[in-house]
């Protein structure tokens, strides 16, 4: 078996087969899970892709 580095995501299974991801933070907690589920791996994967392509995006808005 693998040792797991963090942070990391990391893809999973449903009650009814489909894909979803939960991004852990460096301290092994869970803190952000996918907002649906996939019936294709490759689209799980790929929303993750996204998820880490917005990571130069701005924190946050003081508004």
């Known amino acids: 078996m693998a040792t797991v580095t963090y942070p990391c995501y990391w893809q999973k299974k449903d009650s009814s087969g489909q894909w979803y991801w939960i991004y852990y933070a460096s301290n092994g907690k869970a803190i ?13 994967t ?18």
Request: proline share 3%; with cysteine.
């Open 32 to 44: 952000a899970r996918s907002s649906e589920s996939y019936v294709a791996r490759s689209d799980c």
């Open 46 to 63: 790929r929303s993750i892709q996204i998820m880490k392509g917005s990571s130069g995006g701005p924190e946050f808005y003081d508004l």
